[in-house]
């Protein structure tokens, strides 16, 4: 009986073991390893991450369009996550987004990789991608943020306008949000009230 509970005991231990959540962000050089540049922009930052769902790659492209000899601005931007199938690495989702010219002129579109991260952040085995991203105008103010959460495959965003007037200020969350489990719900309202000190917007409707 002894052996059993020992055999047990070491078994479990090692379903746990391969089953720990994993991140981290890949080198240029290991971005290549991967076959991770094959976007249609080149790559900005890239993560890699296991968890029970497998072994994923995650990369943040942005078109880096040349404006002069030494600048360059971005007017179009793609997320994309990989899954590690044997070897070759397929596609589960995208984001895409550019710059708008519609109601003001936006001049530039960015990974803000200092919100974005890869964490299982309810705890259930699986990571929940957190994508943010900004726009600015040409008079360099901030127009639009982005915070889109994948959980389980699924996107859930929160569209903000920021503007000096009430009326063309905006703030939305997508109708399923409320599907969200609390902790990534009570997570994101973190990291709002941290790009709002930081970043001194408002995100907030009217």
């Known amino acids: 009986m002894k052996k059993l509970a020992l055999l047990l005991v070491f078994f479990y231990s090692i379903m746990g073991f391969s ?12 971005i290549i390893e991967r076959n991770l540049d094959g976007g249609k922009f080149p790559v900005f930052k890239a993560f890699e991450y296991q ?8 990369t943040l ?7 002069s000899s030494k600048d360059t601005l971005n007017t179009k931007i793609e997320a994309v996550c990989y ?41 259930d085995g ?21 915070v889109i959460t994948v ?18 200020r905006s703030f939305k969350k997508d109708k399923n949000w409320n599907l969200l489990p609390q902790k990534i719900k009570t997570h994101i309202d973190k990291l ?9 917007v408002l995100l907030k409707d009217g």
């Not at 959980?151 to 063309?168: N, P, Q, S």
């Open 83 to 123: 899954l590690n199938d044997h070897g070759n690495y397929l596609v589960k989702w995208t984001i895409n987004d550019l710059v708008e010219s519609a109601e003001v002129e936006e001049t530039s579109i960015w990974f803000w990789t200092k919100y974005c991260s890869t964490q299982d952040i309810d705890d």
């Open 61 to 67: 492209n942005e078109n880096q369009k040349v404006i």
């Open 19 to 30: 089953q720990t959540v994993q991140s981290k962000m890949l080198s240029k050089n290991e």
């Open 151 to 168: 959980y389980k495959g699924k996107k859930y965003a929160i569209r903000a306008v920021e503007c000096d007037l009430d009326y063309c």
């Open 192 to 200: 709002l009230a941290k790009i709002r000190k930081e970043q001194h």
């Open 126 to 146: 699986y990571i929940d991608p957190v994508i943010v991203y900004g726009t600015k105008t040409d008079d360099e103010n901030i127009r639009r943020i982005k």
């Open 51 to 58: 968890d029970k769902g497998g072994l994923y790659g995650l």
